[in-house]
């Protein structure tokens, strides 16, 4: 039992040794300030709210070449919120001939439609053939549009109908594909992170994923991972294979994939974007369920061209990427693992190391919690009632983790989002 507690625990600690490392390394470059490239992914927020940024002065080679971006923005039934998202890139500090948006309205029965067609360097395409089956299919539809039109942009944006996005997010964007990055991700905030302890426990989550997963990558030159949203390609990375995606976590897909042809994602903290999170634990069960669904299917379909790959060129960033997709496929596993090690603690009456090991693991994840919240930024004090619950956050997880293994979700459920505008 012991050793298999420790072959499936080999995933997390792996993340927390890079976490440490990486953030080290973020540190000494920060306090050393080498250069502007260096300097630039360091997440630059205030103390008091991570709303609150500095901006960045430009590079001459970065005004000089701007990107032509073609946004591509996903939206099933969200009249009320991608008003939001198109006001936003309405006022991008960025050259309005340098990008166009592409909204693709998937069987939209409300007035999503007639609401983005009001806006100017708007294209919508509609999707009401066949069955709805979810996000990634309408990318399949919609990519092989866009890739028509490949000599006209050199990069492609995703954004969800549900974000919001600061004046600067092209400019930032911009300045990372300017110095060499090929697939870039921003940095994502909770709208709503007060709303209920459910919200507290997703801007958490993200500020763990943020803070202590993609940066510490970004210090050591491996890869970060994307998250679904307000991500960046060059055009010419699908000038062979196209977009094409299988599973219900396309992000993580396309993640991989792409590490698997050699190619890294790079994370921009300054290019911050914002994401409405579920209040609800309903809503929460049924999207985690997506996402360690989609997480098994890649790793199904996936592990023998890892396997090829890294045979081939070894290296610390595919085996980097393949730890961190096993951390969450066998998220519900571990969970068991420990479990079990706590009945056999019980059977041989060895109640004070249990209660240890039990202490021990939920003060652990209380800590991260902490940590993710003071580094980016948010007010420890009012996120208080998430971070002290933090652990039953990821109970739950790895029981969702568990059911998706033996019950996967089969099709993808609609989260309905009612965000209101922010103001910047």
Known sequence: MFIIQTVLSSFFIWCFIIAVLGLLRGTRRKNSAQSFSENKN????????PREFSQNNFTDEAAENLSRFAVVICAHDEENVIGNLLENLQAQNYPAEKFHVFVLADHCSDG???????????????????ERSGKGAVLNWGMDRILKKRREFDCVLFFDADNQIRPDFLLHMNEAFAQGAEIVTGRRLTENPFDSVISQWYTLYWAVVNSLYNSPRENLGLSAMLSGTGFAFRMELLRDSGWKT???????????????????????????????????????????RRWCTGDFQI?????????????????????????????????????????????????QGQFPLLAASTLLSYTATIAVGFVAAANSGWPVKKLLPGILTFPIFYSLFSYISLQSLFFPQKKWVRIEHKSSRMHF
């Open 299 to 347: 790793a199904f379909r996936y592990f023998g061209d890892w396997v090829k790959a890294f045979l081939k060129n070894p290296s610390w960033r595919l085996w980097d990427i393949f730890m961190g997709v096993g951390m969450t496929v066998f998220f519900g596993l571990t969970a068991v693992s420990y479990l079990a090690h706590g009945g056999l603690l019980i059977w």
């Open 42 to 49: 360091c997440e630059t927020v205030s103390e008091k709210n």
């Open 112 to 130: 999503t439609v007639a609401k983005a067609k009001r806006f100017g360097r708007v294209t919508v395409w509609e999707r009401t053939g066949g």
């Open 246 to 288: 299988y599973s219900l976590s396309e992000d993580i897909e396309f993640t991989f994939l792409e590490n698997l042809k050699g190619h890294r994602i790079a994370y921009l903290g300054a290019a911050t974007f914002y994401d409405e999170q579920p209040v609800r634990l309903s809503v929460m069960w049924t999207q985690l």
